[in-house]
């Protein structure tokens, strides 16, 4: 059973940034897609981002594009996703998801992933 664990949450102003990481339990990262979902209070999950893994391959919501970037360091078996020019309405928890495969632009779904982590707090003020 392969474990997420997101970091970096907490409180930002607006126009801010943070940095979200993601560890993996094991070595899954080299042969995983890796991606962030969100989903805010009273609001469905949302695709956010993804990355392949291999070649850099990403994917990103038209919500995000150009203000937030995923990256991954297989050797650490580490994802991230570094946010800026935060919005009150990026205000959610992101959840870092995984899913064994290649990627393509229709990985959007939440049922394209297989694994999820527990999520992180991030709470932009106005």
């Known amino acids: 059973q392969v474990q997420l664990v997101e970091s970096g949450g907490g409180l930002v102003q607006a126009g801010g940034s943070l940095r979200l990481s993601c560890t993996a339990s094991e070595r899954t990262t080299s042969r995983h897609v890796m991606g962030w979902f969100r989903q805010a209070p009273g609001k469905e999950r949302e695709f956010v981002t993804a990355?392949?893994?291999?070649?850099?391959?990403?994917i990103y919501a038209d919500s995000v594009k150009g203000r937030f970037t995923i990256s991954r360091d297989n050797a650490k078996n580490t994802v991230y996703l570094q946010m800026n020019s935060l919005k009150p309405e990026d205000t959610a928890v992101y959840y870092c998801?995984?899913?064994?495969?290649?990627?393509?632009?229709?990985?959007?779904?939440?049922?394209?992933?297989?694994?999820w982590g527990q999520g992180t707090q991030v709470t932009v003020s106005s």
């Open positions: 998801a995984a899913r064994f495969g290649v990627l393509n632009s229709a990985n959007t779904r939440m049922n394209d992933y297989d694994y």
């Open positions: 990355i392949s893994w291999v070649g850099g391959y990403t």
